[in-house]
C-alpha cells in the first residue's frame, strides 16, 4: 500500500487543519492507519490511530479533545481534523499503515511496527 499525505500548512495558534492521507494498492482488513509527528530536534510522537475495517481509535493525551481521526473506507483516505491548534503541534506530520495479522493487537501496541509510509507534510502554528 502506498500512503500520501497532505493538507498541512501554517495557521495561528486556535486555527483548524485537516491531513488527509489516500492509500492506493489493496488495503486488508486488518490494517490500522495512523498519524505520527516530529518536530525538530524531537523524537517522533504517535499521535493517533485507526482501524480500518472495525471500530477502534487511539489518540496521544496532549491531542485528545481537539484532534479527530476518521476514515473513508469508500475513497481509502484517512483524515486528521486538528482544532484548537497550539504552537507546540507544529511538526512535519506523517502517516503510516501496518497489517495486524492478528487482529488482536491494539493500536497503541503497535506504534513501533508500522511499515508503509508516506511523506510529511508539514503542519506550522504559529502564536
Known amino acids: 500500500v502506498q500512503l500520501r499525505a497532505s493538507g498541512g500548512g501554517l495557521v495561528q495558534e486556535g486555527g483548524s487543519l485537516r491531513l488527509s492521507c489516500a492509500a492506493s494498492g489493496r488495503t486488508s482488513s486488518n490494517y490500522i492507519m495512523g498519524w505520527f509527528r516530529q518536530a525538530p530536534g524531537k523524537e517522533r510522537e504517535f499521535v493517533a490511530g485507526i482501524r480500518w475495517s472495525r471500530p477502534g481509535v487511539y489518540y496521544l493525551d496532549s491531542v485528545k479533545g481537539r484532534f479527530t481521526i476518521s476514515r473513508d473506507n469508500a475513497k481509502n483516505v484517512m483524515f486528521l481534523q486538528m482544532n484548537m491548534l497550539k504552537p507546540e503541534d507544529t511538526a512535519v506530520y506523517y502517516c503510516?499503515?501496518?497489517?495486524?495479522?492478528?487482529?488482536?493487537?491494539?493500536?497503541?501496541?503497535?506504534?513501533?511496527?508500522?511499515?508503509?509510509w508516506g511523506q510529511g507534510t508539514q503542519v506550522t502554528v504559529s502564536s
Open positions: 503510516a499503515g501496518y497489517i495486524d495479522y492478528s487482529g488482536s493487537r491494539s493500536i497503541y501496541s503497535v506504534r513501533d511496527s508500522f511499515n508503509s
